[in-house]
């Protein structure tokens, strides 16, 4: 029966992953440049130079500025961010919703261009940029992927015995076949996890049912009910609110210092005022820290830290997991990294399937013209994404500040250049569909930092001088990316153009090194 | 500090990567004693686990599990590469060499 097993597993691996592959690489991709957030915020903000301030002058300067522009709003959140962070406040009500950025220092409101920068990946990652059943789609691939790297084991007979095997000089479908190996078996606890986690943080709208029963399908109730959060009874009438600062120092005490991560604060401008705050996540794997409530009005202390319940804690560690809040710059580039390989193990995958598969079609039969779709396919949803990610890095600087909706263009420009790279690889043979957008791919990264320099003045060399680390990071990030597309490419276009399984033997290429 | 700890499980993943024939034979210009693979990977093996200390040591348990599990993975890949590219690095006084990399 082993065969059996075996023959399924692989039949499951091919086709499922042809299916959900091309899905899967955006969604990767997206990930890994989402979890890059915080880095890819501040570049595609040139504008935000936050200077260094303590928490608790922060938090002063938010509350000053939220009660001057938003005295009316419903709903308050001030995020203070780490040291060097910018200050982000933020509010709702009747008049309407809005957000800022100030110099956590003087509290001046920041002249930021209008971009979504690193949020547009995450909203790729989680959403597609579809409505809400994008997410069903993000679902779907990530089940898919949890098949293919199972399926993908049990298919590898030899796991161990290959583990180190990386062939490039062998024929070009073994060694497709090491490099996908080799990235998928190296990656595979990370790729367990974050296709698990990722598919257990949204639980509540993969598998609704508990949540049905329990609560006659009210989320709203749940949440409320599982986060325990504090209701105070309705009191409309005016009262000022006591000072942040002062519940940002109580605060201190159970979080430590410059631990804040958020402050929520409810009615500001009430006598049933309610402020809570959230420690920051830097520091723990859990998503979501503990928090303390204050009545508003009084600054008096409603709630203390209380240690969340097991199922919760459970939650918060997978979910936390998979969000990467933790560990600093360090454990982000280990996520940037491993997530990129499984782009590799997924574009790799793509690849070989038209190798292995479309090379046995005899040349002008339906099946054979169905592989060479797929293979041209396979340019655009594979380079495609990529292009149209450096695309969206050349609009976020050459789109003129004072357009309206400026960040609605970017991604439009992003989704147009995409768009536009499977028409391209529609039109044009597979070989040089990959040659021509992996080339552009490489031009339009290396010239990143040279744009920079020619529209703000600023560019990876002076970042490194003010030791702007986030920024730095970015740009070399657009030389290792440019650097790699250009050595894809310039293998690609030195490469015979003649497949090994045509002639029936290994035609041994060059070696690198 | 960090760095350590990626050098322990970078020649973790070598030294494992070495207990397979090819690669020994690669490196070494002879396929490895019975012995000696078992010798290799347990010596490999403690050398992975031996590199979760630094990363504990600095980052706390939790945190410095997750960054240990994460630079294995990447250790690995570089493990794969150098012994790809670079057999005869790893063998004492240049090795007899592969026949592939004169």
């Known amino acids: ?513 | 500090m960090m760095m350590l700890g990626v050098l322990l499980t970078y020649s973790g993943a070598v030294v494992i990567g070495l207990s397979i024939r090819r690669h020994h034979q690669e490196v070494f210009g002879k396929p490895p004693a019975r012995a000696l693979v078992y010798m290799l990977r347990c010596a490999g093996y403690c050398l992975l686990v031996l590199g979760a200390w630094p990363f504990v040591h600095i980052l706390g348990g939790s945190i410095g599990i997750v960054a240990w599990a994460g630079v294995n993975s990447l250790s690995a890949f570089l493990a794969v590469l150098t012994l790809t590219y670079r057999p005869w690095r790893h063998a004492p006084l240049g090795g007899r060499g592969s026949t592939r990399h004169p």
């Open chain 1, 1 to 513: 029966m082993k065969g059996g097993v075996t023959q399924s597993m692989a039949w499951a691996h091919t086709w499922l992953g042809l299916v959900a592959g091309w899905m899967l690489f955006t969604v990767l991709l997206s990930g890994a440049l989402a979890v890059a957030k915080p880095e890819i915020d501040a570049w595609t903000r040139p504008e935000q130079a936050a200077s260094l301030a303590p928490q608790s002058v922060a938090v002063q300067r938010a509350q000053h500025y939220l009660a001057q522009e938003a005295s009316n709003a419903t709903w308050w959140f001030i995020t203070p961010g780490p040291p060097g962070a910018p200050l982000t406040v933020g509010w709702a009500g009747a008049a309407g919703v809005g957000e800022a950025s100030l110099d956590p220092a003087t509290g001046e409101a920041l002249a930021i261009r209008d971009s979504d920068g690193g949020e547009f990946f995450a909203d790729l990652h989680a959403t597609l940029h579809l409505p809400v059943w994008g997410l069903w789609l993000v679902a779907a691939s990530g089940l898919f992927m949890l098949i293919a790297v199972v399926s993908g084991t049990v298919i590898h007979k030899r796991i161990f015995r290959d583990f180190f095997t990386f062939r490039p000089g062998a024929s070009a479908q073994r060694a497709w076949l090491d490099g996908h190996n080799v990235a998928g078996v190296l990656a595979l606890p990370f790729h367990l996890m974050i296709a698990y986690t990722g598919l257990v943080s949204f639980f509540w709208a993969y598998m609704p049912a508990g949540i049905e029963v329990a609560y006659g399908g009210d989320q709203v109730a749940y949440f409320q009910e599982s986060t325990l959060r504090v209701e105070r009874p309705e009191d409309t009438r005016p009262a000022t609110l006591a000072s942040l600062p002062a519940m940002a120092r109580l605060t201190e005490r159970s979080f430590g210092p410059e631990a804040i991560g958020l402050i929520n604060v409810k009615n500001p401008g009430r006598a049933d005022a309610v402020v809570t705050v959230y420690r920051a996540t830097h520091d723990r794997v859990q998503l979501h820290g503990e928090r303390i409530t204050f009545d508003g009005a009084t600054g008096r202390i409603i709630e203390p830290a209380l240690p969340a319940g097991p199922v919760n804690v459970a939650y918060r560690t997978l979910a936390g997991l998979h969000f990467a809040q933790f560990g600093g710059g360090f454990v982000r580039s280990l996520y940037v990294a491993l997530g990129l390989a499984g782009g590799i193990v997924v574009a790799t995958g793509a690849v070989l399937f038209t190798i292995k598969r479309g090379d046995r079609q005899r040349p002008g039969t339906r099946a054979a013209n169905a592989y060479q779709i797929i293979e041209r396919l396979n340019v655009g949803m594979i380079a495609g994404p990529l292009v149209a990610t450096g695309a969206f890095f050349w609009l976020n600087r050459l789109i003129p500040l004072e357009t309206t909706e400026r960040h609605h263009l970017e991604i439009q420009g992003y989704f147009l250049v995409w768009a536009g790279t499977l028409v391209h690889g529609l039109m044009r043979p597979a070989r040089r569909g990959w040659i021509e957008q992996l080339g552009l791919l490489s031009l339009l990264s290396l010239a990143l930092p040279l744009l920079n320099l020619a529209t703000t003045g600023d560019w990876i060399v002076s970042y490194l001088e003010r030791g702007d680390e986030a920024r730095t990071a970015v740009e070399l990030g657009f030389i290792i990316a440019g650097a790699l597309a250009a050595g894809v490419t310039w293998r690609l276009a030195a490469s015979t153009p003649t497949r090994p399984s045509a002639s029936g033997r290994a035609s041994r290429r060059g070696h690198a090194s």
